[in-house]
């Protein structure tokens, strides 16, 4: 759903280790969850999206979870590298959420 | 295909005067979304088409803001006049279908306006 960002959560992981970066949404009707990555200066950039029909959708390092009992998401990044650094941002089809800010440190 | 372009990338100019924001979608997208990016309010959509037409529009925050797409290969977002609490990071995306297509985004426009 829809946030107001006054305060972005930052993530701090190691180098290496697995980082889980959680969304909660409101609506229980919605069907299409995107998670996007926003490196500084860019725009946001697709990473991997699931639907309501599924629980578990897994990429090259990134699996995303769907929880629809309690209407949350998360993105979980294995063996996370300094180009992780980034804000990510779940999207419910066109409208964001407030992102998190995750910081990698060697 | 280049992706979606935005021009200009950087843009200061002084409030009351008009800002035009340009955009031209990945060829064969069918929608266009215009996105607003600041650090209070994040990522607000203020605005989206379908083959050209205006959908949704309840993100224009005044009517200070207007959108058009002429064409399927362009896209404008003005401003007039232009406001200092109007300064964010203007975003422009296109996707290829909605509710079962990720949105591909430009590189922004960086407003400022003194």
């Known amino acids: 759903g829809e946030s107001v960002g006054l305060h972005l959560p930052t993530l701090s992981v190691q180098e290496g280790d697995n980082s889980i970066i959680n969304c909660a949404y409101s609506n229980s009707a919605s069907d299409y969850f995107i998670w996007y990555k926003q490196e500084s200066g860019k725009g946001p950039q697709f990473i991997i999206d699931i639907r309501s029909n599924m629980d578990k959708r897994q990429g090259q390092r990134v699996t995303v979870l769907l929880n629809k009992t309690v209407k949350h998401l998360s993105l979980q990044i294995a063996a996370t590298q300094p180009g992780d650094s980034a804000v990510y941002f779940c999207a419910e089809r066109r409208i964001f959420g407030a992102g998190t800010r995750l910081a990698v440190h060697p | 295909d280049a992706g979606v372009i935005q021009s200009p990338r950087h843009e200061v100019t002084e409030m009351g005067q008009e800002v035009t924001l340009r955009c031209k979608p990945i060829?064969?997208?069918?929608?266009l979304f215009w996105y607003r990016q600041t650090m209070m309010r994040g990522l607000e959509l203020l605005i989206y088409?379908?083959?050209?037409?205006?959908?949704?529009d309840s993100g224009m925050p005044e009517d200070r803001f207007s959108a058009k797409m002429p064409n399927a290969s362009f896209s404008t977002l003005k401003i007039q006049p232009s406001e200092p609490r109007d300064s964010a990071v203007y975003f422009c995306?296109?996707?290829?279908?909605?509710?079962?297509?990720?949105?591909?985004f430009g590189q922004g426009t960086r407003l400022t306006v003194v």
């Open positions: 088409f379908n083959n050209n037409v205006p959908i949704d």
């Open positions: 060829s064969g997208h069918d929608y």
């Open positions: 995306a296109s996707s290829p279908a909605i509710g079962v297509s990720e949105a591909f």
